[in-house]
């Protein structure tokens, strides 16, 4: 049975970093691309960040480039998204996600990945 969980959330400060983990289980993580995910109260999942199956092409929203990074251990079967610069606005519960995407990966097609995780809250707040 292929799964993913996420973990490394929590509080950080505004100005602060957190590093998430998101580990594979049940297939071959470099067949897949991965997708981070969030979801504020009262507002729609939004796409972060993706990293393509094979060469791991990244994708970023514009509301985190230049702050977050996301990275993959295909040896590890785990992708990383570490968070910088944390705002208020970064708060939210991230959820990781996998699926065969051909071409790359999308933030926009949540349709496109078909294991999700559970989730882990981030909060931003002083």
């Known amino acids: 049975q292929s799964q993913v969980a996420e973990s490394g959330g929590g509080l950080a400060q505004p100005g602060g970093s957190l590093r998430l983990s998101c580990v594979a289980s049940?297939?071959?993580?470099?067949?897949?691309?991965i997708g981070w995910f969030r979801q504020a109260p009262g507002k729609e999942r939004e796409g972060v960040s993706c990293?393509?199956?094979?060469?791991?092409?990244?994708n970023y929203a514009d509301s985190v480039k230049g702050r977050f990074t996301i990275s993959r251990d295909n040896a590890k079967s785990t992708v990383y998204l570490q968070m910088t610069s944390l705002k208020p606005e970064d708060t939210g519960v991230y959820y990781c996600?996998?699926?065969?995407?051909?071409?790359?990966?999308?933030?926009?097609?949540?349709?496109?990945?078909?294991?999700w995780g559970k989730g882990t809250q981030v909060t931003v707040a002083s």
């Open positions: 049940g297939f071959t993580l470099e067949n897949y691309a």
């Open positions: 996600a996998a699926g065969l995407v051909q071409g790359g990966c999308t933030l926009d097609l949540l349709y496109e990945y078909d294991d």
């Open positions: 990293t393509s199956s094979g060469s791991g092409t990244t």
